[in-house]
């Protein structure tokens, strides 16, 4: 079955340094989403990409989607520590709308 | 998005009971999900509940052990059966609406069984 692998599975940095966390699937996704999940709280949907080589950006967050629609990745710049968490990239899979959760990385955030 | 309440938020439990976690959309969704997370790790989806039907599970997850219910389009039961203490974890249901492929989840139930 699909499988969605994510790396590093966890970013240690010092606020103001940049993280990314990369995305890859052993399928070609439809799209791919992104989600945070915050120390104790339940995942929150960040964004949607669809199309191929797309890129989005919210703020210090960038998005892209692989040209080939098989990875993805998060960029934040200058890390705060209102972005600890988990981040998760998931996709599409199997029938039905129900999603394959990468393993996610967790960063957390000296100050 | 839409907005999910989930109860319990946590619960201890005896091995060899069960609990049943209740979930309510404030507005209807097309599709509702189950998935459990052990701490620090990702989501497994157990299964999809479907409306007026049996639910559908994934590859290691029974209804005899997870039965489901889903009795109309914004609410939704996972009942966590004879449970041991390897059935520790948190308990996550999610929702989406209309044609929509975001994903938003309740507030989760940590489950602690002793």
């Known amino acids: 079955g699909q499988q969605v692998m994510q790396i590093p599975q966890y970013q240690h940095v010092q606020e103001g340094e940049d993280f990314t966390t990369y995305c890859n699937s052993s399928?070609?996704?439809?799209?791919i989403q992104w989600y945070k999940q915050r120390p104790g709280g339940h995942p929150v949907f960040l964004i949607q990409?669809?199309?191929?080589?797309e890129v989005k950006k919210q703020k210090r967050l960038t998005f892209q989607f692989g040209e080939a629609k098989k990875n993805s990745s998060l960029h934040i710049t200058a890390t705060q520590t209102t972005d600890v968490g988990t981040y998760f990239c998931?996709?599409?899979?199997?029938?039905?709308?129900?999603?394959?959760f990468g393993e996610g990385t967790q960063l957390t955030v000296n100050p | 998005s839409a907005v999910i309440s989930q109860k319990p938020s946590r619960d201890i439990c005896q091995r060899g009971t069960s609990l049943t976690i209740q979930c309510q959309v404030d507005s209807q969704v097309t599709m509702m999900f189950w998935y459990r997370q052990q701490p620090g790790q990702s989501l497994t989806l157990i299964a999809t509940a479907n409306q007026g039907s049996e639910a559908t599970y994934e590859s290691g997850f029974v209804i005899d052990k997870f039965p489901i219910s889903r009795p109309n389009l914004t609410f939704s039961t996972l009942t966590v059966s004879n449970m041991s203490p390897e059935d520790s974890s948190i308990y996550l249901c999610?929702?989406?609406?209309?044609?929509?492929?975001?994903?938003?989840f309740g507030q989760g139930t940590r489950l602690t069984v002793v």
């Open positions: 399928t070609t996704l439809s799209n």
């Open positions: 998931a996709g599409p899979g199997g029938s039905g709308s129900r999603l394959t």
């Open positions: 990409l669809v199309k191929s080589g």
């Open positions: 999610s929702g989406l609406r209309g044609g929509n492929t975001e994903a938003f």
